[in-house]
């Protein structure tokens, strides 16, 4: 017999703070110029919610989405956006791209011939300018691959963006130069990282990701990103470890004096990783509370020395700036946005 309950609450929670993902496309938006400014959210919206993020980002003015797969789009596809599906069109996606809630970005010229075959319509088309990843060659355009398509964006992907580079320059010149080689009504070329190289590479589209949702992928945007992503759990235990016992797997940490610690309903299934161990902070009212010992698949330790007050059922803050999260946890601040794991309670504030 089915057993019929009320929703059961989880003991870990993301914060989302709607205002700080809004205010950074408009940030993103200003430096990009004169050119449009979209927004990526593949993978689930970094992994904070496709649908929500997007409702908010088109609110505030965005009009150019970007997703993966069409599986993606669809889900986007209620909200009736200006949806690109950035891995192109297979066989098995036609019926998904002839029912025209997205655009495909033809990748390869299968794709193109696949698309031409099925009637064509409008497309984008993704240009290979050096990173040697997804895209058509230049030689290819120019050859006349995609003449004829109804072409909405030519676009193409910058490698090193996030770096100084001299590739970067090279691949905005190799992208450049197709300026008038296509039918394409629009051109675009920079993600996040990109837009801070300066209005050259903005062309007439950006396609952030990472900025919005909080990463600080180029000094540039230090002190004008704000973080958008904020982990919480719930304590399970409070306990007193006496001198010289061990904390958790490994017994890699040991405690030099009486020390209260906090067990927390988090752990690397939750995109908590186990490079955190001994390198993550937690806030409990503000206090700051250490990790310590080795992080765990679904728990977490911490030193609650400062936290006199914290007790079992008492919500904790994870600190998770992006930088400073990907620097304490040797992974990407990609990686840490994108594993967060659906255990945590997603909850949007106002915009």
């Known amino acids: 017999m089915p057993i019929s309950l009320a929703p059961i609450s989880s ?4 914060r989302l703070d709607g205002a700080a ?9 200003a430096m990009s110029g004169p050119a449009a400014c979209g927004a990526a959210v593949k993978a689930d919206g970094y992994g904070l919610g496709a649908t929500a993020v997007a409702a908010r980002l088109a609110a505030a003015g965005a ?7 069409w599986g993606e789009a669809q889900a986007l596809a209620a909200l009736g956006l200006s949806v690109s599906v950035l891995h192109g069109v297979r066989d098995e996606d036609m019926a998904a791209a002839r029912a025209g809630f997205a655009r495909p970005v033809l990748n390869t010229a299968q794709q193109v011939a696949r698309w031409r075959a099925a009637g064509g319509g409008a497309c984008d088309v993704m240009v290979d300018t050096g ?21 909405e964006t030519l676009m193409s992907h910058l490698a090193c963006a996030d770096e100084d580079s001299a590739m970067n320059k090279r691949q905005r010149t190799a992208f450049a130069a197709l300026a008038g080689v296509t039918g394409a009504r629009r051109m675009s070329l920079a993600n996040s990282a990109g837009i801070a190289l300066g209005p050259h590479y903005a062309f007439d589209l950006t396609r952030p990701g990472l900025a919005l949702y909080g990463g600080v992928p180029r000094a540039e945007f230090a002190g004008r ?11 399970l235990q409070r306990r007193r470890v006496a001198p010289g016992e061990t904390v958790g797997y490994n017994a890699t940490w040991t405690a030099p004096a009486p020390t209260e610690v906090a ?8 995109g908590y990783f186990r490079g955190f161990s001994d390198r993550g902070v937690a806030l409990a009212g503000g206090a700051p509370c250490p990790v310590i010992g080795r992080v765990s698949m679904d728990l977490l330790m911490i030193d609650v020395g400062a936290a006199a007050a914290l007790a079992e059922g008492d919500w904790v803050d994870l600190a998770f700036a992006l ?20 255990r945590l309670e997603r909850s949007f504030s106002s915009s």
């Open 225 to 235: 990103i704000r973080q958008v992503a904020y982990p919480q759990a719930q304590v």
């Open 63 to 69: 009009r150019d989405f970007f997703v993966a797969t």
């Open 263 to 270: 067990i927390l309903n988090i752990g690397y299934a939750d």
């Open 11 to 14: 003991p870990l929670r993301l």
């Open 323 to 342: 930088p400073e999260a990907a620097t304490a946890s040797g992974m990407s601040q990609y990686e840490l946005l994108t594993s967060l794991g659906g």
């Open 21 to 29: 993902l809004t205010d950074n496309w408009r940030t993103l938006a």
């Open 131 to 151: 990173m040697n990843r997804l895209g058509v060659s230049a030689e290819e355009v120019r050859g006349g691959l995609i003449a004829g398509l109804a072409v």
